[in-house]
């Protein structure tokens, strides 16, 4: 990993995929208080952190929410990581994450293996990880 620290709340995101780009735009346009970074599964940074998280899959096909405070780093994955990030955003987007109380983890697992299947068909893929704007920069790790 860069020599950078890690931030208190990072995401980690299909790089290359349509929807996962465009969800993080939506994740950067509605956290004002800039509480979430981001990095790309692909990257230097998922790299690392597999190497002292191997629960972190190697595939792309999970969003992957870092925690990291002063007991250390905490991951979660797939839907659970939907609900962490959405829980970091401010009212009324932080709501979206009450499903979560009410679903069982494995009808919200199911439900999200099953859009990450076809999310390259639905929405396209990339031929590369876009370069955030210098605004942005900060809040991105390679």
């Given at each position: 990993?860069?020599?950078?620290?890690?931030?208190?709340?990072?995401?980690?995101?299909?790089?290359?995929?349509?929807?996962?780009?465009?969800?993080?735009?939506?994740?950067?346009?509605?956290?004002?208080?800039?509480?979430?970074?981001?990095?790309?599964?692909?990257?230097?940074?998922?790299d690392a952190?597999?190497?002292?998280?191997?629960?972190?899959?190697?595939?792309?096909?999970?969003?992957?929410?870092?925690?990291?405070?002063?007991?250390?780093?905490?991951?979660?994955?797939?839907?659970?990581?939907?609900?962490?990030?959405?829980?970091?955003?401010?009212r009324p987007?932080?709501?979206?994450?009450?499903?979560?109380?009410?679903?069982?983890?494995?009808?919200?697992?199911?439900?999200?293996?099953?859009?990450?299947?076809?999310?390259?068909?639905?929405?396209?893929?990339?031929?590369?990880?876009?370069?955030?704007?210098?605004?942005?920069?900060?809040?991105?790790?390679?």
């Open positions: 990993m860069t020599s950078r620290a890690l931030p208190a709340r990072l995401v980690l995101y299909d790089g290359v995929c349509g929807f996962c780009n465009g969800s993080v735009r939506w994740l950067i346009a509605r956290d004002r208080a800039a509480r979430l970074s981001y990095a790309p599964l692909q990257g230097e940074t998922a952190l597999r190497r002292r998280h191997p629960e972190i899959p190697m595939s792309h096909d999970a969003i992957v929410f870092v925690a990291t405070d002063a007991a250390g780093s905490r991951v979660s994955l797939r839907s659970a990581a939907l609900f962490r990030v959405l829980r970091e955003l401010p987007w932080r709501w979206l994450a009450a499903p979560r109380w009410l679903l069982p983890r494995s009808l919200c697992d199911a439900a999200y293996d099953a859009f990450a299947r076809r999310r390259y068909r639905w929405f396209g893929r990339l031929e590369a990880c876009p370069v955030p704007s210098a605004a942005l920069r900060a809040r991105f790790l390679a």
